[in-house]
């Protein structure tokens, strides 16, 4: 009885840190992501897009009012880590921005392939 006891506890306590480590990032690739968004003061709000290094594919940020809005970090989410061959480095770029005070800004993410901007994505904040 105690081995089974032992055992639940541990997928208790398994499942809570997995269920920390989910990325609640909003995932702009997704045209239905693409809309308004709220930021409340000193609290922060991720987006991510695909990103494949050795491809050409990146991404870079710009924030049109720097006093509403600022970038906090940005980071590389691989699709697959352990990957030790030719192209494993397709991903996801989070960017993390936080709320600094109340009012309107627009975040423009800029998709790059090869040095050349194909797409901005629009994002009301």
Do not use: W
């Not at 990103?51 to 970090?73: P, R």
């Amino acid at each position: 009885m105690k081995i089974y006891t032992l055992f639940i506890a541990f997928l208790l306590i398994l499942q809570s840190c997995i269920s920390t480590m989910t990325d609640n990032s909003i995932n702009i690739d997704k045209p239905e992501n693409q809309i308004n968004y709220q930021v409340k003061e000193g609290k922060t709000i991720s987006f991510k897009t695909s990103v494949h290094g050795s491809v050409g594919m990146d991404a870079e940020y710009e924030i049109k009012n720097k006093d509403i809005l600022e970038f906090e970090n940005s980071k590389i989410i691989y699709d697959d880590p352990g990957f030790q061959g030719t192209g494993g480095d397709s991903g996801k770029k989070k960017f993390v921005f936080k709320g600094i005070k109340k009012g309107t800004t627009t975040i423009i993410i800029k998709k790059i392939y090869r040095g050349d901007l194909q797409e901005e994505i629009v994002l009301k904040i």
